[in-house]
């Protein structure tokens, strides 16, 4: 009896010699750091984040070892039981000894001291910043689950890393290159800061806002002689200036978006109404691709309107607006073979239409995209815009819309006047784009237009999960009863975002939460597969695995893919649908509330009211 006594009290005495120890030397660990931090403030951005790292850290610790210290005290509870039924066997002859129970394993997360970086020489004319220490990825205990906030908090930390990664290898440029810890410029007009900006300001990183925002006022120039896409420099660089604005309501970023937008403006001749494609920032020379015969593309010219037309309304400039507006006009006033349905390219120089073919993907998508969110941008006033999309909407409908064998709805394409039996990722934003539109009523047929949003988003789901990455590809196609087919030149992944873009719209119109269970499933395949050391990047194959990396983080994966994800695990009133509307690389944009009666006569002038 005696024995069994001494065990069990040195057993409870072992445990809380074993916490005691791991405390003081956790707290040791964090004290060391602290005093560590002291000594860098010649880094101050860096160390306060740091400090900010260490000190969650050690209340995580400290959690954990009350945890502990709980289990403690339960043991020693149980230890009392067992003494007291050991007594009462004493006098029982031929009673066993009570089995006594093992220990519960002890689990303290280490603290790994991250060290202070060694301030480098500072570069002219910008300084490369010192990364700040990256939140880790969550990592559940058995049994746990984790909590919406947990899971926010798990899309900043990815946000982090990625952004980190830029600021060490790539700061400046347009993208980081994961693999080789270095950087691309197709712009050169520092793509990523420009495109993360508004990320930053809603995930509340403010000091790196500011530390984006220096670099925009002191080292973006748009005096590049070299030839950009007008619409791409649209949406990333002036959408992202502009949300920036909306914001900080820092007038560096209109300045930056009205110098810019006039470069951009050239794209537009007096004897088109369609701009060429590319644009010379520095001697305004426009053109169009070779590979399009010349022809200037559908979603490039129809994914302006919303920038230009914000810009001019905040500067009280309606020259920004009139000649992008028109291109709407234009288009509309076109003859088309199949109602709201317009061909993918036009020829700039007679603006007419050219080819029959048509996609709500690539070279179509946004175009449709911006019907819906024009006439959200104007309060609803220009029915111009709602008018257009109900006859697209019925075009799509009619003549797109598919049905595979088992039963998923799928958005399909022509080609020649074919159809085409397959989805591309790209056309996987129209389930958010029905969504949005049957939520703000732009159609009577609400119910029918939010079946096929709930549709073609599960359809987009199935294809992430089919796959063995559980990342859904480029193109899937549909051939008899074989579906989900993934074609081998279109099975890659390039960090896109329009799968994750529908979740978050039918989380906020819907509120049902299997699509912030399809958006975490999504999040933890991006981890597993897509996460390097540096930064994040795309895969070649997802259906292949182990992954092989394409070695590019694309902007819009910090200010598309992790947005979405992070605004699908917060509140709705954290840019609320009611409030904003995205532009096509999801940079919000406030809606303008002033009745038309008030608009600037010249700037309505240039809307489509009916």
């Known amino acids: 009896m005696t024995v069994i006594l001494g065990i069990l009290l040195l057993s409870a005495a072992g445990m809380n010699s074993q916490y005691d120890r791991e405390a003081t030397k956790i707290k040791a660990q964090g004290n060391a750091l602290r005093e560590l931090l002291k000594t860098e403030m010649m880094q101050k951005q860096a160390t306060q984040k740091q400090l900010e790292d260490v000190l969650d850290t050690i209340k995580r610790v400290d959690e954990n070892i009350s945890f502990q210290n709980d289990l403690v005290t339960n043991k020693n509870i149980q230890l009392e039981a067992l003494i007291k039924a050991v007594d009462e066997a004493e006098s029982k002859p031929k009673a066993a000894p009570l089995p006594v129970p093992a220990p519960p394993p002890i689990f303290i997360p280490p ?106 006022a002191d080292n973006l120039s748009f005096d590049k002689n070299r030839s950009v896409s007008f619409f791409e420099t649209t949406i990333r660089e002036l959408g992202g200036l502009l949300s920036a604005y909306e914001f900080s309501k820092d007038k560096m970023f209109l300045d930056k978006a009205e110098d810019l937008a006039n470069r951009l403006l050239r794209s537009f001749t007096d004897s088109s109404p369609i701009p060429f494609a590319t644009i010379n920032l520095s001697n305004g020379h426009g053109s169009s691709p070779s590979w399009t015969g010349g022809a200037s593309v559908l979603s490039e010219m129809g994914t ?207 509120h049902d939460p299997k699509y912030r269970d399809w958006a975490w499933e999504a999040f933890q395949a991006i981890e597993k597969h897509c996460r390097m050391e540096a930064g994040y990047s795309g895969i070649r194959n997802v259906g292949s695995i182990p992954v092989v990396h394409d070695d590019t983080q694309q902007s819009f994966f910090l200010a598309e893919t992790l947005k979405y994800l992070y605004l699908i695990f917060s509140d709705d009133d954290l840019i609320s649908l009611d409030d904003y509307v995205f532009n096509t690389e999801a940079h919000p944009l406030g809606k303008i509330r002033l009745p038309l009666d008030e608009w600037d006569p010249e700037l309505r002038s240039f809307l489509l009211e009916k």
């Open 304 to 510: 302006l309107q919303l920038e230009f037309l914000y810009l001019a309304y905040h500067t009280n400039n309606p020259s920004y607006a009139e000649k992008p507006m028109n291109v709407f006009k234009h288009l509309d006033s076109l003859p088309k073979a199949v109602e709201g349905l317009y061909p993918l390219y036009i020829n700039q120089g007679s603006g007419t239409f050219k080819g029959n073919d048509y996609s709500i993907g690539a070279l179509g998508d946004s175009f449709y995209e911006y019907m819906v969110k024009l006439w959200l941008f104007t309060d609803k006033q220009s029915d111009g815009y709602r008018r257009m999309y109900q006859e697209s909407a019925r075009g799509m409908m009619s003549t797109l819309v598919q049905t595979s064998a088992s039963g998923f709805r799928y958005m399909a394409q022509t080609s020649r006047g074919t159809i085409q039996h397959k989805m591309e990722h790209l056309t996987c934003f129209s389930g958010g784009m029905f969504a949005l539109g049957a939520h703000e009523d732009i159609d009577a047929h609400k119910s029918e237009h939010f079946q096929l949003a709930t549709d073609l988003t599960q359809t987009c789901h199935e294809a992430y999960d089919r796959s063995p990455t559980k990342i859904g590809p480029e193109t899937f196609e549909f051939r008899g009863n074989n579906e989900f087919i993934i074609p081998s030149n279109s099975a890659y992944y390039i960090l896109r975002p329009e799968v994750i873009e529908s979740y978050f719209v039918l989380w906020r119109t819907t």
């Open 111 to 216: 603290v790994i001291a991250n060290e202070v970086p060694v301030p480098a020489p500072v570069p002219v004319p910008a300084p490369v910043p010192v990364p700040a220490p990256v939140p880790q990825a969550i990592t559940p205990l058995p049994g746990q689950k984790l909590t919406i906030d947990d899971k926010r908090n798990a899309v900043k930390a990815g946000f982090l890393h990625a952004w980190e990664s830029y600021k060490t290898y790539a700061w400046g440029t347009d993208e980081l290159n994961p693999l080789r810890k270095s950087h691309k410029n197709w712009l050169d007009l520092g793509v990523t800061i420009v495109d993360a900006l508004d990320t930053l300001w809603i995930m509340g990183l403010r000091e790196d806002f500011q530390l984006a925002r220096d670099w925009i």
